[in-house]
């Protein structure tokens, strides 16, 4: 069974940062490129960045490149989200996952709170 857990999200002001972290399941974990996503009110679960396997491929949202850094560590099966420079519409519920269309997956963790308000 997969095993999702994303944590470090927050209460923040706009410009301020976040790490969030999700352990995940090691051989889940080692057979594929692994994505973060949120998902805010009221919207659709939406897609913010990607890493593949080896950390090699990184791809990043529009509206998040250049403030937010995905990695991962593979000695801890765990990737991680940092989040520079936040905006008010980055308030959301964040969660990790494969790396795919995330209307294609059927199981999700917790996620992670992240709030950027005044």
């Known amino acids: 069974q997969v095993h999702l857990v994303e944590s470090g999200g927050g209460s923040v002001r706009p410009g301020g940062s976040l790490r969030l972290s999700c352990l995940v399941s090691?051989?889940?974990?080692?057979?594929?490129?692994m994505a973060w996503y949120r998902q805010s009110p009221g919207k659709e679960r939406e897609f913010v960045a990607a890493?593949?396997?080896?950390?090699?491929?990184?791809e990043y949202a529009d509206y998040v490149k250049g403030r937010f850094t995905i990695s991962r560590d593979s000695a801890l099966s765990t990737v991680y989200l940092q989040m520079n420079n936040l905006k008010f519409d980055d308030t959301a519920v964040y969660y990790c996952n494969r790396a795919t269309d995330p209307r294609a997956l059927d199981y999700w963790g917790k996620g992670t709170l992240v709030t950027v308000s005044v």
């Open positions: 090691q051989s889940f974990f080692a057979a594929n490129a």
């Open positions: 890493i593949d396997t080896d950390g090699d491929l990184i």
